[in-house]
């Protein structure tokens, strides 16, 4: 009897659901090698911290509106269709910031294309995403497989921010202008999103809405955004996920990066390698939430896994050393995404399968709005060297109240497969 190398979970898989699963991996190790050197390029093009922290806001708001756009349609127009648009929204993106250094075109590129300063999901993609994944696995193997999925992302996250960090520090080492070797990283980020756009057109009919009275929510007049009976939960959920975001945003890995530069005058290839384990330890972490959600459910495993890396986030900039920071910062990562797939499972679980798009789009575009609104702060802060640790104090705080407002408000409601 041979045992097969493949995770059970990942057995329910179809070819779409390991399209979907190199589509994650794709996009992550574009957003990772740009995390890691899109706040010293920026600054490269002649622009200031705080006009970098509003481009930053602006370029989150805008992918809130076209994510809102794309997945709140999706259900009803099509999930590749919208998949592809925002695959070339990115590479359009990435073009532009390529190839301009003129503040205006910047913001509108980055306000109705797609980028990602935090190396975090931004755009249509994960909602979408998800609610196609969820349509084509057994519900009793989705936290599983959405554990899966969000190491394939955090790995992804880490090798391209090793990669981004170590080809600009190649790059620079053979005489190679500096802005430039970052621009060669910004030009890979637009390749990538062409390559996500050929991928996704590949998934086919099965990872849509095709069965009877599956689509009953989203065409009706009572639907609100593709929601009909799951409207209050959803908000709920929406409201404390942009809350969470707003936290976060104030640590985006882009401002993360920045600070150790500043703190500890840490260059980009030594920064790639931090963020490269960070994101490792972030990623096999996620594989052990899924054990713990089947035995203590997804919204205690949420809170229990959240809370103490909170803490840690506000210890980091305590430390007075460089080691001891990475030390900290690599304790927080190997238990930061723990409630990700959770979080995310959950709000599958919660809805009907009609409104999986809908559902997952809005708290989406809740988090990216409250993560699009704290780098406008942090810009400011990061302007003046006493406040430059403010933001990881912040960030620690308000995540903590989201973890126990969370807790107070859903730990009563479970989900179908835990009643």
């Known amino acids: ?66 994510s809102l756009y794309l997945t709140t349609r999706a259900d009803r127009i099509g999930r590749r269709r919208m998949l592809v648009v925002g695959a070339i929204l990115m590479a359009a993106a990435g073009l532009a910031f390529a190839f301009t250094h003129n503040f205006l075109l ?73 802005v430039a070797s970052y621009r060669v990283v910004v030009i890979c980020y637009a390749v990538l999103g062409a390559m996500l756009a050929v991928v996704f057109a590949r ?66 290839g030594t920064l790639g390698v931090i963020f490269f384990w960070a994101n490792i330890f972030a990623g096999i972490s996620s594989l052990l939430a899924s054990r713990l959600a089947s035995r203590f459910g997804l919204v205690r495993t949420m809170v229990a896994t959240h809370l103490p890396s909170n803490i840690l986030l506000i210890l980091v900039p305590l430390m007075p050393n460089l080691k001891l920071a990475v030390l900290v910062l690599l304790l927080r990562f190997s238990i930061s995404q723990m409630d990700v797939p959770t979080r995310q499972s959950y709000t599958m679980a919660m809805v009907s399968a009609e409104e999986r798009s809908a559902a997952a789009g809005i708290t989406g575009v809740a988090r990216t709005t409250g993560a699009a609104i704290s780098p406008l702060f942090v810009g400011f802060l990061f302007a003046r060297p006493r406040l430059i640790s403010v933001p990881f104090f912040l960030a620690g705080t308000l995540k903590i109240v989201y973890d126990l407002l969370l807790y107070r408000k859903f730990v009563g409601l479970r989900p179908p497969e835990e009643a």
Not at 48 to 63: I, K, P, R, V, Y
Not at 129 to 156: C, D, K, M, N
Not at 209 to 218: I, L, R
Not at 238 to 262: C, M, P, R, T
């Open 203 to 268: 998934l086919s009919v099965a990872a849509e809405v095709s069965f009877p009275g599956e689509q009953s929510s989203a065409g009706t007049l009572k639907s609100f955004l593709g929601l009909g009976r799951s409207r209050r939960v959803v908000a709920s959920l929406a409201s404390l996920f942009a809350l969470d975001a707003f936290a976060g945003g104030f640590v985006v890995q882009s401002f993360a990066a920045y600070w150790f530069y500043l703190r500890f005058g840490v260059d980009p």
């Open 106 to 178: 910047l913001i509108i590129a980055g306000t109705i294309g797609v980028i990602s300063p935090s190396g975090n999901e931004v755009g249509p993609f994960l909602s979408i995403e998800q609610a196609a994944l969820s349509h084509v696995i057994p519900a009793r193997v989705r936290t599983e497989v959405f554990a899966w999925y969000t190491l394939a992302g955090s790995v992804a996250t880490a090798l391209g921010a090793l990669c981004g960090g170590a080809l600009t520090y190649a790059l620079q080492t053979t005489a190679v202008a500096t």
């Open 1 to 66: 009897m041979t045992t097969s190398p493949i995770p059970s979970a990942l057995r329910n898989l179809t070819r779409d659901g390991w399209l979907l699963f190199l589509t994650r991996f794709l996009r992550l190790f574009a957003y990772g090698s740009l995390s890691v050197v899109l706040v010293f390029y920026l600054i490269g093009l002649g622009l200031s911290e705080s006009q970098t922290g509003l481009l930053l806001t602006l370029t989150l708001a805008g992918d809130t509106v076209v």
